[in-house]
């Protein structure tokens, strides 16, 4: 095996691995990728009292040749998502150990919870940014459209345990730089004093991008994105269960709090939910759309205009493709707000 670290993901029934280095790889057992290896049982005995111990540990080998190093990755409420490990002569000494994040998404009460690596690794400016409460269009990429980030966002919209993904996507830092992030998630149901919940444990690194194919991809996809871009008009994917906004396709709409209510139906006027329970049926049969009051920046209200389509994103899961924009006069006066 090389010399570089190793990411282990310790969620599933088997320790798999997810990145080599800086290479993503999509969640190998270690038993497959180290089958050859004369130390795969102490190294998976290592990742084991690692993740028992909620400690890193360094081990030597049984014929005292190699030395095992490990690190664990965990959030803070204690659960271990994986393991970094190294190994290599007893002499020498590892490379950088690479910064992993570690986040969990609540798909039950659809709030992100990040650590201040997650949101380093993600490339946002994490001393700028919340780790707890965070809606899901914060915790996912904005504007840029990679071609994996329909499976996403699939589990958010239609989330069921057991699901684990792991891909790699190119996007855009907070100054503006191309970065490659490498990703896997994980969809579990858990326990706690609140009851069940189902929940997504993630975590992130800085990759490298294999080949061409995925970043033509990704050209070809902000190519169709930028072609259907409108000005004025702020467009996003929301889950069509409670109007819950998870994902903007474009920069985020300045003329109202959209953080203020993780669901949709928590930020709009009570006046005006008829309206937003007529747009709901339009949808059902292709789309709606109307003027609808929601919690303005300043607390107050503000009208906006929201039309709402149907996509279909992974597996024939259906998302709302939600367009906003400032009501016209004469909308204002047709729904009685002029």
């Known amino acids: 095996?090389?010399?570089?670290?190793?990411?282990?993901?310790?969620?599933?029934?088997?320790?798999?691995?997810?990145?080599?280095?800086?290479?993503?790889?999509?969640?190998?057992?270690?038993?497959?990728?180290?089958?050859?290896?004369?130390?795969?049982?102490?190294?998976?005995?290592?990742?084991?009292?690692?993740?028992?111990?909620?400690?890193?540990?360094?081990?030597?080998?049984?014929?005292?040749?190699?030395?095992?190093?490990?690190?664990?990755?965990?959030?803070?409420?204690?659960?271990?998502?994986?393991?970094?490990?190294?190994?290599?002569?007893?002499?020498?000494?590892?490379?950088?150990?690479?910064?992993?994040?570690?986040?969990?998404?609540?798909?039950?009460?659809?709030?992100?919870?990040?650590?201040?690596?997650?949101?380093?690794?993600?490339?946002?400016?994490?001393?700028?940014?919340?780790?707890?409460?965070?809606?899901?269009?914060?915790?996912?990429?904005?504007?840029?459209?990679?071609?994996?980030?329909?499976?996403?966002?699939?589990?958010?919209?239609?989330?069921?345990?057991?699901?684990?993904?792991?891909?790699?996507?190119?996007?855009?830092?907070?100054?503006?730089?191309?970065?490659?992030?490498?990703?896997?998630?994980?969809?579990?149901?858990?326990?706690?004093?609140d009851g069940e919940r189902l929940v997504c444990r993630a975590m992130n690194w800085r990759s490298v991008r294999d080949g061409r194919s995925g970043r033509e991809d990704y050209s070809l996809a902000q190519s169709i994105l930028a072609g259907l871009a409108r000005p004025g008009v702020h467009r996003a994917l929301v889950d069509p269960r409670h109007w819950m906004l998870v994902k903007w396709l474009d920069d985020p709409a300045p003329f109202f709090d959209w953080r203020a209510g993780i669901s949709g139906a928590e930020g709009v006027h009570p006046d005006d939910l008829p309206t937003a329970a007529e747009m709901a049926d339009g949808f059902r049969t292709g789309g709606g759309e109307g003027v609808l009051r929601v919690i303005a920046r300043d607390g107050g209200w503000t009208p906006v205009h929201v039309s709402v389509h149907r996509v279909a994103l992974h597996d024939g899961v259906q998302a709302g493709l939600a367009e906003f924009r400032l009501p016209t006069a004469a909308e204002l006066t047709a729904a009685g707000l002029a």
């Open 1 to 193: 095996m090389s010399h570089d670290w190793l990411l282990v993901e310790t969620l599933g029934t088997e320790p798999t691995v997810v990145a080599q280095g800086a290479q993503t790889r999509n969640m190998i057992p270690i038993s497959s990728l180290l089958r050859r290896n004369p130390h795969l049982m102490a190294i998976q005995t290592a990742i084991s009292e690692t993740v028992r111990g909620g400690s890193g540990l360094s081990s030597i080998t049984p014929k005292n040749d190699c030395v095992i190093r490990t690190e664990m990755v965990a959030m803070p409420d204690g659960r271990i998502h994986g393991v970094q490990m190294w190994v290599g002569a007893a002499d020498d000494e590892p490379p950088p150990r690479p910064m992993v994040g570690s986040l969990v998404w609540d798909l039950t009460a659809g709030t992100a919870t990040d650590t201040v690596e997650s949101l380093t690794v993600g490339g946002w400016d994490a001393a700028a940014q919340p780790t707890h409460g965070r809606p899901f269009a914060d915790d996912l990429p904005r504007r840029d459209l990679n071609p994996y980030e329909a499976e996403v966002v699939s589990m958010l919209i239609k989330p069921r345990a057991g699901v684990a993904i792991c891909s790699t996507w190119d996007l855009t830092d907070h100054r503006g730089e191309q970065i490659t992030m490498g990703f896997v998630a994980r969809s579990l149901a858990e326990s706690d004093d």
